[in-house]
């Protein structure tokens, strides 16, 4: 009895065993499915990416293929800017020597127009004269006539004082008659005043003829330097444009150096807190003590700092693999959440291979928004019958 009961409790643990080894085959032949299922999944998934790989091959060769062409394009618009600066230079040439020559034309009309307004005033004057040309007619005929009435009476005057009628006629000057000697010297003292008037007047005319000459001289040379008057002031006046221009840069250079010096003045005071702080903390250092809370303080803004700069470099990196994944096959981006297209069947005597969907793909309900909030669950009442 006893051999019995000890063989019945070794068969019934074999009998364990057994059903633990077919349970381990078991869990094995669904292992098996399972990587099979992965490695048909993993097959379809390398074919995808190799598909994948070929179109961005593509898409990179015509990428390559738009950029040579875009390059072109790119060197035959530099040429055709640069065209249009050589016809831009040409045209302001053009530009300054139409000025220069509206500058000659607005002189010559304002010469032509000082010349019309003398001819105009002399008009103005002479029709002015006109209305009294008669009467001045008439009293150049008065005066004609009393003209030849007086060269008349003179003449009978002359006449009567070469042959008097009577003894009365005759006058006599009073005074002494001069003898000859002071007569000599009356006549050496006309002679030499006569000399001296002679002398004064060849002086008066040597320095009339000089000065005719110099205005000659200088009406001549006004009337040649009127051009070159006009070469000069253009010329200054390009002088005083490119002063202006020069000015204003040279006030941008002084407002910037301004500007680089107060920066200057800025990093030195900057450079000398860092040298004290930096002294202070070697000495604190030296002599053992802690260093300030507010090195504390910036040593953990600093750590801070680059966790945040990893974090935003993670998420980038995140956002960029998101977006690569984003990519379906037919080259277009999504954001949407993708949702099976097909499934697996549970069939034993299929091979568990993916099966698309028919019409009806499997429903999908979308998450609750933030408004769900403020909508009152229904209360049910009862049905009372």
Known sequence: MLKHANNVTIRESMQNDVRKIASKLQEMKEKKEAQLNNIDRLANMITMIEEEMVQLRKRYEKAVQHRNESGVQLIEREEEVCIFYEKINIQEKMKLNGEIEIHLLEEKIRFLKMKIAEKQRQICVTQKLLPAKRSLDADLAVLQIQFSQCTDRIKDLEKQFIKPDGENRARFLPGKDLTEKEMIKKLDKLELQLAKKEEKLLEKDFIYEQVSRLTDRLCSKTQACKQDTLLLAKKMNGYQRK???????????????SMKQALTIELQ???????DFIFTCNS?????????????KEWLKVLRDEEMHALAIAEKSQE??????????????????????AYIPEAEATLPLPKPYGALAPFKPSEPGANMRHIRKPIIKPIEI
Request: net charge negative; aromatic share 4%; glycine share 4%.
């Open 243 to 257: 002063i202006k221009n020069a000015t204003e840069k040279m006030m941008a250079v002084v407002a910037e150096l």
């Open 269 to 275: 005071k900057e450079v000398r807190e860092k040298e």
């Open 284 to 296: 604190r250092i030296e002599k053992g003590l802690p260093l300030n809370k507010e090195i504390e």
């Open 320 to 341: 960029f693999l998101e977006a690569d994944n984003r990519q379906m096959p037919n080259g277009v981006y999504t954001t949407a959440e993708q949702r099976p297209n």
